[in-house]
């Protein structure tokens, strides 16, 4: 594979190296997790893909895609593609090391609503996400139709959540 293949850079995401082991193993687990939980294929793959290729085409798939994981007692976004850069205005190592919290308006009743969806998704396994939330400019985006769905190793381990974010159903606000 030409180096051109397996890094990415562009202003206001930054640069993203697709043989990242973290990147290909967090890729390849948003992709299965997300067939085991809606029997659909996330990317359409119509040959066998490296992991390299599996991750830059993850990446830079026109949904918005992000998942977190629990650290420290918070859950902080480990992964971010493309579209959802541009959605939440920031880039990828700004989203990569922000808390999920810090996503929705800091009041008390906008973060019960979110705790209250992440657990609802924990307990189904997926959860339909219609909520809006903080970019990294203060604007609002407003999501509808995104799909919340649980990330599990091949073990059964829990991973985190990662959401699918359509950008044709979101809309900005101030």
Do not use: W
């Amino acid at each position: 594979m030409k180096k051109k293949m397996k890094i990415f850079e562009e202003e206001n995401i930054g640069r993203l190296d697709f043989e990242d082991k973290f990147i290909q193993k967090q890729s390849k687990l948003i992709i299965d997790c997300y067939k085991l939980t809606f029997g659909k294929n996330l990317i359409e793959v119509n040959e066998p893909l490296s992991a390299c290729q599996l991750a830059r085409q993850l990446f830079l798939c026109p949904l918005g895609i992000l998942s977190h994981n629990i650290v420290n007692g918070d859950n902080i976004y480990n992964y971010a593609n493309r579209a959802a850069l541009h959605i939440f205005e920031r880039t990828y190592k700004q989203q990569t090391n922000l808390p999920s919290s810090k996503s929705a308006v800091s009041s008390a009743v906008p973060q019960l609503d979110r705790n209250n969806l992440l657990a609802q998704c924990l307990f189904e396994g997926s959860a339909d996400v219609n909520v809006s939330r903080l970019t990294g400019n203060g604007r609002t985006v407003h999501i509808k139709d995104g799909e919340l769905f649980n990330l599990a190793d091949e073990r059964g381990v829990y991973r985190g959540q990662a959401i699918c974010i359509d950008p044709e159903k979101i809309s900005y606000g101030e």
